[in-house]
């Protein structure tokens, strides 16, 4: 009689797994679909009350992985290399006071960090520095500060504003975009990060008022008008505005565009052909009631953008960042959590949510406590996510490494989870070794055999956790003992 095999694709030997994996729809204490639980720091351990904005930086030397974490008191630095080990490196504390508000962003392996208490300004941290803490978590020093006004916080000085709610930058460029300043009636703030360590202020952009967030590309859509022309996205409170910013000193208005039951529009982000845009309001919610909402724009025409469609996700919960990689939005929900959506079939009006990471698990309701934002563009999968109640999480999808398959081998592994046996069965190939690694990459039991297509294994000596499994050395798969 046959018994009924769970069959798993396997893993290349030199991935690594969730330190919590998503079983039934939870991770531990968090609700979950599709994405495991790779590490968690929380806010006692990064000395902070609360926790705010993230981002990400790869040392291009060796490939190594940092995450960037804003707090009420500073900003957090994280080494992700080992994504289940993750060493917190220290913090660089805030320039002025301490704020709910924090916002960072990297080029040429320096961290410009802005925040919304008085007197703060831009601060410019060389993460080139990480590369050797010796004791960590260390207390950094910037190496340099910008201010929106020099001398503006100067203490014979009556003005003493200095602060910014957010910044973009234009990587292709070389400028910062300081957002929501005292400068140009809170429209951009133009700097010039060529030489990080050295910003200059080359103008800004005053005619449309306020804005909020904002991202800025070198133009490669489908409008031609427009071609490698360096165009401004941003997010104005209640409307979405279209710059031409090529010339600092001559910024022109392209278009502007409002939708139905704004709120207050706060973030957008680009598909990575230029086509649409997918837009958050961080009111409607509470205002009109619906489900979390995403306005996405049509801009095959800048001058005359449309709102093609609104897409509703699953729960009440409020959108806070969004970021698309590839195919995939990547969406903040507050006390949703993190919600991933397939935007593959955006043309016809279709998206589709394919999993979530819930690191809020009391609720879903309209409040601001939970994630943050997100940072999901690191090359190994590992996401980023940042928490306002709980600290720094580093998530992954569940099934990202199944695309590495790099064997025809096929074996089942049988149950699994286990608890004190183990089944291995092969229908073609012969069974000749298995190993069995922990979650540091370190072998802890390996066995030879004579190359029958099953085998069985004691594995009662094994504490509860997850591991790998390596069959023949070819194909690998993750092992949870319960």
Request: hydrophobic residues 35%; aromatic residues 12%; negative net charge.
């Amino acid at each position: 009689m046959k018994k009924t095999l769970f069959l798993f694709f396997f893993l290349s030997i030199n991935l690594s797994f969730a330190q919590t994996p998503c079983v039934n729809g939870m991770a531990g204490i968090y609700p979950c679909s599709g994405y495991d639980l790779m590490a968690h720091l929380d806010l006692n351990t990064l000395n902070a009350s609360s926790g705010n904005d993230s981002w990400g930086w790869t040392d291009p030397s060796d490939g190594k992985e940092y995450a960037l974490m804003g707090l009420n008191n500073g900003t957090a630095f994280i080494d992700i290399s080992d994504p289940v080990n993750p060493v917190y490196l220290g913090k660089l504390p805030t320039h002025s006071g301490n704020s709910t508000w924090r916002d960072i962003k990297v080029y040429k392996n320096h961290a410009f960090i802005v925040s919304e208490e008085t007197c703060h300004g831009m601060q410019v941290f060389d993460l080139t520095r990480l590369r050797n803490v010796a004791n960590p978590p260390e207390t950094f020093t910037e190496d340099a500060h910008y201010e929106f006004v020099p001398g503006n916080c100067d203490p014979n000085s009556s003005a003493t504003h200095e602060s910014a709610h957010n910044i973009a930058i234009n990587e292709d460029t070389g400028y910062a975009y300081a957002i929501g300043t005292n400068t140009y009636n809170g429209g951009p703030h133009f700097i010039n990060i060529q030489n990080p360590t050295n910003p200059v202020a080359a103008g800004g952009f005053s005619a449309e008022g306020y804005t909020h967030d904002a991202q800025i590309v070198i133009y490669n859509g489908p409008d031609i008008d427009y071609l490698g022309k360096e165009i401004f996205f941003g997010s104005n409170e209640d409307e979405l505005v279209i710059v031409d910013v090529t010339d600092k000193s001559s910024p022109q208005t392209i278009s502007t565009i409002n939708y139905p039951d704004v709120g207050y529009t706060h973030q957008s982000w680009l598909t990575g052909d230029q086509r649409y845009l997918l837009m958050g309001d961080e009111f409607d919610e509470s205002l009109v009631g619906f489900n979390t909402r995403t306005i996405i724009f049509d801009l095959l025409d800048l001058d005359n953008p449309v709102v093609d469609f609104e897409y509703f996700g699953p729960t009440p919960a409020i959108d806070h960042n969004g970021y698309i990689k590839g195919n995939t939005f990547y969406l903040s929900n507050y006390t949703a959590g993190i919600r991933i959506v397939d935007i593959t079939d955006i043309a016809t009006q279709n998206m589709t949510e394919i999993g979530f990471f819930d690191t809020y698990p009391a609720d879903n309701s309209v409040a601001f406590d939970g994630v943050w934002s997100n940072y999901p563009f690191f090359a190994s999968g590992n996401i980023v996510v940042s928490d306002i109640n709980s600290g720094f999480f580093l998530i992954r999808d569940s099934n990202a490494a199944t695309e590495e398959i790099k064997t025809q081998n096929t074996f089942a592994v049988y149950p699994n989870p286990a608890r004190d046996i183990l089944h291995i069965v092969s229908e073609v190939n012969p069974i000749n070794s298995i190993d069995i690694y922990n979650m540091l990459g370190q072998k802890i039991m390996d066995y030879k055999f004579s190359g029958k297509l099953n085998q069985e294994l004691d594995i009662s000596t094994l504490d509860s956790g997850v591991y790998m499994i390596s069959v023949n050395k070819t194909s690998s798969n993750r092992l949870i003992i319960k």
